[in-house]
């Protein structure tokens, strides 16, 4: 982690402005600030029709018309209003989004939105809302996504974090009482995604999913920074259209392998034996206990 850090301003990957993605469709969570307003400026920016998904709708108005400004009244971009935390919601949100594309499917899944809790609560199916937002949530999308509205070799980028190594195990009960769980809660979940990307690639070998970690960046996720440690993360930190980078080179460029786990300054990861996020069996399991929890929460 400190090694990726440093200078990673002048390392960090750059997405080339081709290939050009006239033509396809992209949903991006959490689109609408941060890391994920970027990327969708990205992929609007290189002729895709984006959605926005996000759980508020005035910030997705705003967002709309701060890019429309940008790059042009006639900007094929939606918004699709999604709690994650909520697994009924997400699959009303998966309806609404059969609704927008008619026939049409998704061609790039970018699983960007992410919670950094500054204090311990649960979602409506009472699980630890990090875990409930950053992973199951994104996970009852994407089995929703694949019932039709998911192209057979669809892209799907997962955004995690290489944070993830300050912990070993990721479960939807972990409790705790201070900003330190919040962040650790933060980090279980970064592992988690890691584990869903894995067992996805694997369980359907004809998307092509890719893991990213985009840097450091400084956006509100963890909390404002002020007074010198804002003024440090202004000269250290990525901004977020840097941050996006590297989920747009993942939802781009056509050469790069399936399952691979792409970091903004290091490229290509290889996990090392003993890594948790490189056990097999317990990605294995961690998709069976999704399954189950979606399983068990929702109505018939």
């Known amino acids: 982690m400190l090694g990726a850090s440093w200078r990673q301003r002048a390392r960090s990957i750059l997405c080339p402005d081709t290939p050009r993605l006239e033509g396809q469709r992209a949903l991006v969570t959490g689109g609408t600030e941060g ?5 969708s400026r990205g992929l609007l920016a290189r ?3 984006v959605v926005m998904a996000a759980r508020s709708a005035a910030k997705g108005e705003h967002a709309g018309s701060q890019l429309r400004g940008e790059l042009g009244e006639q900007l094929p971009l939606d918004f699709l209003p999604l709690d994650l935390s909520d697994l009924a919601q997400v699959d009303d949100a998966a309806s609404r989004l059969a609704t927008q594309l008619g026939a049409e499917r998704l061609d790039v899944l970018v699983c ?4 950094w809790p500054r204090r311990h609560s649960v979602s409506a199916q009472g699980h630890e809302r990090a875990f409930a937002t950053n992973v199951l949530g994104h996970f009852r999308l994407v089995r929703q996504l694949m ?3 998911l192209a057979n070799d669809a892209r799907v980028v997962i955004v995690t974090g290489d944070i993830y190594v300050l912990v070993d195990d990721c479960t939807p009960d972990f409790a705790y009482r201070t900003p330190l769980g919040g962040m650790l809660a933060y980090c279980r979940s970064k ?4 584990w869903l990307a894995h067992e996805l690639q694997r369980r359907h070998p004809e998307l092509k999913v890719r893991a990213v970690h985009p840097g450091v ?3 509100s996720l963890g909390g404002p920074r002020k007074g010198l440690a804002g003024a440090v993360s202004h000269q250290l930190l990525l901004d977020a259209d840097g941050g996006a980078q590297a989920s747009l080179y993942c939802a781009t460029q056509p050469d790069l392998p399936k399952g691979a786990y792409v970091h903004n300054t290091h490229g290509i990861v290889k996990l090392p034996k003993g890594d948790p996020a490189a056990d097999a069996a317990r990605a294995q399991h961690f998709w069976e206990l999704c399954e189950a929890l979606c399983e068990s929460r929702l109505p018939a």
């Open 47 to 49: 002729g895709a029709r």
């Open 112 to 115: 960007n939105a992410g919670l």
């Open 191 to 194: 592992l988690g995604d890691l």
């Open 147 to 149: 019932g039709g509205l």
């Open 35 to 39: 890391i994920g307003l970027a990327t």
């Open 217 to 219: 960046v400084a956006t």
